[in-house]
């Protein structure tokens, strides 16, 4: 099947989510591993509200040690959820399997807000497929995506690599020193990225 055609994913998306059933995909939720954090800050809740729960939020992957067999989907939210999981399964919505996400936390600096990072690592992967998969919490929608594994052994590949795309924007300008004027102030950056950074990643996929 395509992996362009978005109309034939999204039926296999439904398909995928049916192949769970709302029992199906409720998992007991994990232990929080941060030591640092008091416990009774990161407990999850035991009942879900649709009007606060956070959403699936930063999702991204990551290869494991072995490229071929191994995945790691991650996501944040900025308070603790509820049966935090992946569903995997194959591009015509057929399920495999549902990976229980742990939870690790740390204190944002910057914003002083404590963020949890949820992690679910997938193994057993067959090399150079193609896989869809969905993050998902409680209450909150889930969020699809798709993924091939790297071929076993030896062979050719195709990949891209791209850097920080915090470059300067024209939303903020150099505000010189007391006492010093500048007739044309140039922008600095903003460190909130390019106005195409947000494409980059997408143009990669």
């Known amino acids: 099947m395509p992996i362009d055609a978005e109309g034939e994913l999204e039926v296999s998306r439904r398909r995928l989510l049916a192949a769970v059933g709302l029992g199906g995909i409720a998992a007991a939720a994990p232990s929080l591993v941060n030591a640092a954090t008091p416990q009774a800050v990161l407990a999850p809740p035991t009942l879900v509200d649709p009007l606060t729960v956070p959403p699936v939020a930063g999702l991204h992957l990551q290869f494991g040690s072995d490229a071929s067999s ?23 919505g057929r399920l495999e399997t549902t990976v229980v996400a742990e939870p690790m936390s740390y204190m944002d600096a910057k ?24 993050a998902i919490h409680d209450g909150a929608r889930p969020e699809f995506g798709t993924f091939r594994t790297a071929p076993r052994g030896r062979a050719p590949i195709t990949f891209t690599s791209f850097g920080d795309q915090a470059t300067p924007t024209v939303g903020k300008r150099f505000v010189p020193p007391a006492g010093v004027t500048l007739a044309r102030p140039q922008f600095v950056n903003d460190n909130l990225g390019s106005p195409a950074a947000a494409d980059t990643t997408l ?3």
Request: no cysteine; net charge positive; charged share 20%.
């Open 70 to 92: 191994t995945i790691v989907a991650s996501w944040h939210a900025l308070q603790p959820v509820l049966h935090p999981r992946v569903i995997l399964g194959r591009l015509d």
């Open 111 to 134: 914003a002083r807000r404590l963020v949890i990072a949820y992690h679910a690592k997938i193994d057993g992967l067959q090399p150079d497929t193609w896989y869809m998969y969905g």
């Open 203 to 205: 143009g990669v996929e």
